[in-house]
């Protein structure tokens, strides 16, 4: 189980017995917050602002993931007078995904929104965002159209990401890196969010059948704080990549693609097999058994253990995805919003 999602892991604040038993938001905002005491503030009364211009119920969920800085303290005072507002707080710092798959599991609404918590995205627009979800889509991400980031650090490599990201896992968008988004619940909640899979939220929801589409949005310089990211994040959504890759191709019948695998391993292995036994003469003639090859043998008994390793891999992978409880609950959850 991921860290953020032990209980231990959560020290949430005792929460106004009346804000628990209250109905279900239309909408959650999942905001998770790292050292951003000076953005609080502002981050919190733009948010109360666009939300209530809606015309729609809605919760504000502050993710605190291990802040020094004074942000929680704060996040206490905002929630005593805010009835909107439910906070989560983390230990330690886990990271982002992390953070938004606590939020996740902690927001009611039938709509989810997510953003940063550095005021660089603007919730101004999160009212557009609902709007193309009411026709249709279950997921609609922002596009940071024109970015108010650094260009070696920021803005160069995550486009190198997105090209790489939108060929590789089929989810055409211009900018998978932008936090805010809007799902339909039923999208976050069947996720099984680990390591820095945040950034790929939108290919999963390709790998679960969700229809996705993308909107330009604002981005604003970051006013105050420090950015939590670096350079070092691109070798992190290399190894993501892969892995997300596995998981859109390979989730639902693994047995094919480690069939398609092994096959050419179980030809290899005759073909070896009869290039030890069989020896040819001078004058074209075939001789079985007189002499063999011994590393033409040992060739051919290692490749048919590795085909048939590979192939029983893949069985015992079909085995374990059919027997899943996450993966039924997935295919459940899918068929259900699916028919409505």
């Known amino acids: 189980m991921h860290p953020a999602q032990r209980n231990p892991q959560l020290a949430p604040p005792a929460l106004d017995p009346r804000r628990s038993e209250a109905p279900a938001p239309d909408v959650s905002v999942v905001v998770p917050i790292y050292n951003e005491r000076d953005n609080l503030l502002p981050l919190h009364s733009a948010l109360t602002w666009a939300l209530r211009d809606l015309g729609r119920t809605y919760e504000i969920v502050f993710v605190d993931d291990g802040s020094r800085d004074g942000t929680r303290h704060l996040m206490r005072a905002l929630a005593a007078g805010d009835p909107h507002l439910r906070l989560v707080f983390f230990r330690r710092n886990y990271g982002q995904t992390a953070a938004m798959a606590a939020g996740f599991q902690k927001s009611r609404g039938r709509i989810v929104v997510t953003m940063d918590g550095d005021l660089q995205n603007d919730p101004a627009d999160i009212g557009r965002l609902l709007e193309r979800i009411d026709d249709g889509f279950d997921v609609v991400c922002g596009w940071r159209k024109h970015r108010q980031d650094r260009a070696v650090t920021r803005l160069l490599p995550s486009r190198f990401a ?179």
């Not at 292995?269 to 590393?295: C, H, I, M």
């Not at 192939?311 to 085995?319: I, P, R, T």
Request: charged share 20%; aromatic share 12%.
């Open 162 to 340: 997105n090209m790489l990201i939108a060929r590789v896992t089929g989810a055409r968008i211009h900018d998978t890196g932008c936090s805010l988004k809007a799902y339909r619940g039923w999208v976050v909640r069947t996720l099984h969010l680990y390591s820095d899979m945040h950034r790929f939220m939108a290919a999963l929801g390709v790998g679960i059948g969700a229809r996705i589409t993308e909107l330009p949005v604002r981005h604003h310089p970051r006013r105050a704080g420090k950015s939590k990211y670096g350079l070092g994040r691109i070798f992190r959504v290399l190894a993501d990549l892969i892995g997300i890759k596995m998981l859109i191709n390979f989730a639902a019948h693994p047995i094919r693609w480690f069939l398609l695998l092994s096959l050419p391993l179980f030809f290899v292995a005759p073909a070896l097999f009869t290039l030890g036994f069989v020896k040819v003469t001078g004058d074209g003639d075939w001789r079985w058994f007189e002499s063999y090859d011994l590393a033409a043998v040992a060739a051919g008994a290692v490749a048919f253990l590795v085909a048939g390793n590979v192939f029983l891999l893949g069985f015992l992978a079909e085995l374990q995805i059919k027997v899943s409880r996450f993966f039924r609950q997935r295919i459940s959850v899918t068929a259900r919003e699916a028919s409505r």
